[in-house]
């Protein structure tokens, strides 16, 4: 006689597939708040909204052992002092509970908030392999009244690049010279190898003209930007997760397993200083990234 208390087999192999998938997930989520990608507040809204999500299901003692310099030792202490007892998941905190950890994120780890005012001097920056020059030349390509700041460079043109268009190609000497000459809005030497700058001219140019002006650069130049320029609105580029950024630098194939490795340590470095933009755009779709980016200069069109 079959034991008609058992579930079919099918039955069965489905429900494992599922749990694995939703521990895949949870484990994909502790690595974007250990990586910065998303935010321990986002993911307790998120817990609200849907207990069933992987932020609603993640256990409260491995969501704060995600955060930075939270071991297990502080974790117990955190959670004695809010009252919240360890076999609690995100998604079954009860409102006075909720409060509690929301004001203790707050305290220890506040969210950015924008600058208000908007400029028409746009400055998108990001970790490598997030997609800035994607969502930059759809921008270029789709929406005319911004222009697109060329960068000044010491490295060869790549087959296809025209110079003045992607690239003002320069040596060395031209390049030190415009240091010296005060022409360059920001310049930084990336990946230890050459040197990049923003020719400032030509951004004057456009801004006097009434555009808005967009720079695709790295994160010492969007300082170097903020420090010249304070009005600029900086906007930081994000990856919809870890393994996302992880899974594009691999597939671009440009890099060896070392300096993979090395640009992934730079993008940890990189999701950490976040904080000082004004602005953060998530590159899931690049079309929409690109729209939401344009959306935040005070530009007349839009």
Do not use: C
Not at 285 to 292: H, L
């Amino acid at each position: 006689m079959s034991d008609t208390r058992r579930p079919p087999e099918v039955d069965r192999v489905a429900a494992s597939r599922k749990a694995v998938a939703a521990r895949r997930a949870r484990a994909g989520l502790k690595r974007d708040i250990a990586t910065r990608v998303v935010t321990p507040q986002e993911v307790l809204r998120r817990a609200s909204a849907d207990p069933a999500s992987p932020a609603g299901t993640l256990r409260v003692t491995e969501f704060l052992t995600s955060l930075p310099a939270i071991g297990e030792g502080k974790r117990d202490r955190i959670l004695a002092e809010l009252q919240i007892s360890p076999v609690k998941r995100l998604g079954g905190l009860g409102p006075r509970q909720r409060g509690a950890l929301a004001a203790w994120l707050d305290r220890r780890m506040p969210e950015p908030q924008p600058r208000p005012g908007r400029s028409r001097l746009l400055v998108l920056a990001g970790p490598t392999a997030v997609g800035k020059g994607t969502v930059s030349t759809y921008i270029r390509d789709h929406y005319p009244q911004v222009a697109l700041s060329v960068s000044a460079t010491t490295r060869k043109p790549r087959p296809g690049e025209v110079h003045g268009e992607h690239y003002y190609f320069v040596d060395d000497a031209e390049f030190d010279r415009m240091i010296a000459d005060g022409e360059l809005l920001e310049y930084a030497t990336v990946h230890n190898a050459y040197r990049y700058g923003t020719p400032r001219g030509p951004v004057q140019e456009a801004l006097d003209a009434g555009r808005t002006v967009l720079l695709e650069i790295d994160l010492q130049g969007a300082r170097q930007v903020r420090a010249a320029e304070p009005s600029a609105t900086l906007v930081f580029l994000l990856p919809p997760s870890w393994d996302e950024l992880v899974q594009r630098l691999v597939g671009r194939g440009t890099e060896d397993e070392e300096e993979r490795a090395r640009r992934l340590r730079t993008a940890r470095v990189e999701l950490a200083a976040q904080g000082e933009f004004d602005f953060f755009v998530v590159n899931d779709d690049v079309a929409e990234a690109a729209r939401q980016v344009v959306e935040l200069s005070d530009g007349p069109e839009r």
